[in-house]
T-cell receptor
Framework: SQKIEQNSEALNIQEGKTATLTCNYT??????LQWYRQDPGRGPVFLLL?????KEKRKERLKVTFDTTLKQSLFHITASQPADSATYLC?????????????FGTGTRLQVFP | GAVVSQHPSRVICKSGTSVKIECRSL??????MFWYRQFPKQSLMLMAT?????????EQGVEKDKFLINHASLTLSTLTVTSAHPEDSSFYIC????????????FGPGTRLTVL
């Protein structure tokens, strides 16, 4: 069955540095991949979507890469701020575009220290 | 982005009682509704998918008689946890979809259910 892995250890970085989070998956070929932010006790908030034929996507201080050969996505936050502290979820889209089902990773908690 | 509300945000109930959770899409019509459950430090697990006016499709391992889903209108869906037990304590999150657009997916703020 498909498996999606995010680093379960919290990532602690200093303000101003670049945070890099990893999402690896196996036994699956998603048509797209999404990243979400989740704050404690809240629902996820969409950040970025990247499709299988795209290598990189950017949005303000965020950058996502997608390597379908390595079956890996990297999520970068540049010039990180304490307000970026949250759990970041990776979600795999289905293999085809005929359904909306997502498979979520467990998330990586990011803590940005001033 | 779309506005999604859930009510209640928190509920504590005794074992054996039933709890109804409402999910509303306030500024768009949701033809599809996804219901997720999230245990502490775990990922969101899809429980069921419902389309307006039809029966919900449940994921493997989710009891349809225990988790009743009603999607009677394009702006309201309800999840009823019947005869709740402590193991049902979790964070329940709805996610309405206007159509299959393969773009951002909106989520409700979630409902924290604690069964004593």
């Amino acid at each position: 069955s498909q498996k999606i892995e995010q680093n379960s250890e919290a990532l602690n970085i200093q303000e101003g540095k670049t945070a890099t989070l990893t999402c690896n998956y196996t036994n699956y070929s998603p048509a797209y991949l999404q990243w979400y932010r989740q704050d404690p006790g809240r629902g996820p908030v969409f950040l970025l979507l990247i499709r299988e034929n795209e290598k990189e996507k950017r949005k303000e201080r965020l950058k996502v890469t997608f390597d379908t050969t390595l079956k890996q996505s990297l999520f970068h936050i540049t010039a990180s701020q304490p307000a970026d502290s949250a759990t970041y979820l990776c979600a795999l889209g289905p293999p085809s575009y005929n359904t909306d089902k997502l498979i979520f990773g467990t998330g990586t908690r990011l803590q940005v220290f001033p | 982005g779309a506005v999604v509300s859930q009510h209640p945000s928190r509920v504590i109930c005794k074992s054996g009682t039933s709890v109804k959770i409402e999910c509303r899409s306030l500024d768009f019509q949701a033809t599809t509704m996804f219901w997720y459950r999230q245990f502490p430090k775990q990922s969101l697990m899809l429980m069921a998918t419902s389309n307006e006016g039809s029966k919900a499709t449940y994921e493997q391992g989710v009891e349809k008689d225990k988790f009743l889903i009603n999607h009677a209108s394009l702006t309201l869906s309800t999840l009823t946890v019947t005869s709740a037990h402590p193991e049902d304590s979790s964070f329940y999150i709805c996610s309405p979809r206007q159509r299959t657009s393969y773009n951002e997916q909106f989520f409700g703020p979630g409902t924290r259910l604690t069964v004593l």
